[in-house]
């Protein structure tokens, strides 16, 4: 096997996503055009995006640290609109858009155009997630968007396998795709709950961290494959696992967490910079098999598909927001009122992604009978130019438009506030926590060292609060940045005599390196004590 093509892929999709960072340009989207243009570089490897590697190796772990960094109680709150986008969407998307394929394409089958609208029906998890956090959403549209983009994903796959079963001609009928649609979700989620519970239980009980981190790289790949088994959502399951997995963190153990943090960041980033560049990277495979359609006339089907597309989600978003809250008195009650702005923002941000591509190449290529799958060179064509059109227009314009409407932004005083007063409240639990322990003489310590407890206690208790004062009128610090970089001086000292022990051979690399990750835990607990 040559592991040049997939080295190059993971490094140079690497190298411009950090480069992304210094520009304006979101990084999916420099990604993007990247990937266009080294698509036509002579001797680029094909890179053609294999659905049976897509869905089972990259779309779990992608799904399980976005849903992992999500919030459960949020998307709780949010679970009515998010339910409405994340099924009922893409329900509406598949109808209106496969309608009209098959009114805009000559000869196109309706089972087969239906297959399209499954296709691009749902926005993308990794599309929506990275775009959102570069632009900085109001938290309650993000929470849904989020939610859409985690859920979705099962919605469209069984609205595509009961779509593609009758294109191939394997008669399939409303109530079966019903009765698979609850098979999917219900078993997906059914999958999720049996699991999670056990493998929290590992998690909590595996003493070795390198262990712990191990599971969790596994974690998002047994979800999926248990699920896929009992032909459920492997997607459902992920997410359910994820999400109560990452609401109960906490009680794993430190190391673990500080472990588990970067490398499922460092996971995270390769994942996404890779996958975007694979969109890029699929032109020429997409144009090299477009066969009898060209020029105009390919051109014209690809504008008019992105246009259904972008007008489905408006014509969806704007109802399933206001009228919920015009027939009930409950919902006005008991939910925010979205806005006009807000239904705005979510209508726009509807980004396709890897999905859209990895399901259409997995499209077959004849039907039952041994016939060629209708129009399937125009349907892989038309998916990818959505994919790319959603993301090049809507990923440009979502920042501007953002801005242009004029969200009232995070208000740091009042997060730094909140923050201080929970922090206090928590000291003063640990405080009296102290005092009872050191009131027990199996717990006696010298004076000294019961007075540092104290003051790293204080230490954490004022930290907050002095966010809020004024900076140092020579440097420009505030008081937080100067402790940290004090911090950082005196560890870096501490490191550099370290190092020269070494190299004068008093103390061996063994014991270098236990002294350097004690430094290093001293220095990562300084940063983050000073917020």
Do not use: C
Request: without cysteine; charged residues 15%; aromatic residues 8%.
């Amino acid at each position: 096997m040559d592991v040049m093509p997939l080295l190059l892929l993971v490094a140079g999709s690497a190298a411009f996503a950090a480069a992304a960072r210094r520009t304006p340009v979101p990084a999916p989207l420099l990604l993007v055009a990247v990937g266009l243009v080294v698509s036509y570089i002579p001797g680029i490897p094909d890179y053609t995006l294999d659905p049976e590697v897509v869905l089972p190796l990259l779309l779990p772990p992608l799904l399980y640290t976005s849903a992992s960094d999500s919030s459960y109680l949020d998307l709780r709150a949010q679970l009515r609109p998010v339910a409405l986008l994340s099924v009922g969407y893409v329900l509406f998307a598949t109808f209106v858009v496969g309608w009209a394929v098959y009114l805009i394409v000559p000869g196109m089958p309706l089972p087969a155009a239906l297959v399209l609208g499954a296709v691009v029906a749902p926005p993308d998890a990794v599309a929506a997630t990275a775009v959102a956090r570069r632009v900085g959403l109001p938290s309650r549209i993000t929470t849904i968007l989020q939610g859409e983009s985690l859920l979705n994903d099962a919605t469209a796959i069984t609205a595509y396998k009961v779509a593609l079963a009758a294109a191939v001609g394997e008669g399939a009928t409303w109530a079966g795709g019903i009765e698979e649609f609850l098979l999917a979700a219900v078993g997906g989620v059914g999958v999720g709950l049996i699991l999670m519970a056990p493998l929290h239980w590992l998690r909590t009980h595996l003493k070795e961290p390198l262990l712990q981190n191990t599971l969790s790289l596994l974690i998002p790949f047994v979800a999926y494959g248990v699920a896929e088994q009992f032909h459920a959502s492997g997607v459902l399951a992920v997410v359910v696992v994820a999400l109560y997995l990452g609401h109960r963190a906490w009680e794993v153990d430190f190391a673990t967490r500080l472990q588990e943090e970067a490398v499922w960041k460092m996971v995270a980033f390769i994942l996404e910079s890779a996958v975007f560049a694979l969109i890029g990277l699929q032109l020429p495979i997409v144009l090299k098999g477009l066969g009898q359609y060209q020029g105009v006339q390919a051109a014209w089907y690809a504008v008019a598909v992105f246009l259904v597309v972008v007008a489905a989600r408006f014509a969806w978003v704007y109802p399933a927001a206001f009228l919920p809250r015009i027939l009930s008195s409950r919902i006005r009650d008991r939910e925010a009122n979205p806005t006009w702005k807000g239904a705005m923002v979510t209508s726009w941000a509807g980004m396709r992604g890897v999905v859209s591509l990895a399901i259409a190449f997995s499209i077959p290529v004849t039907v039952h009978g041994g016939g060629a799958f209708p129009h399937r060179n125009l349907i892989l064509f038309l998916t990818f130019t959505t994919v790319i059109g959603t993301l090049v227009v809507q990923g440009l314009t979502l920042p501007p438009l953002i801005h242009r409407l004029d969200f009232p932004g995070r208000d740091p005083q009042t997060e730094t506030l909140a923050e201080a007063n929970a922090q206090a409240q928590a000291s003063r639990s640990a405080e009296a926590r102290l005092d009872e322990l050191l009131s027990d003489d199996r717990n006696d310590l010298p004076p000294p060292l019961a007075d540092r407890l104290r003051s790293v206690l204080e230490r954490r208790r004022n930290a907050v609060w002095e966010r809020l004062g004024q900076t140092n009128p020579v440097t420009g610090e505030s008081v937080d940045d100067t402790y940290r970089r004090l911090s950082r001086e005196m560890i870096s000292a501490e490191r550099t005599v370290f190092v020269r022990l070494r190299d004068h051979r008093y103390i061996d690399d063994e014991m270098l390196r236990t002294l350097l990750r004690r430094l290093d835990l001293e220095e990562a607990a300084a940063y983050r004590e000073a917020g």
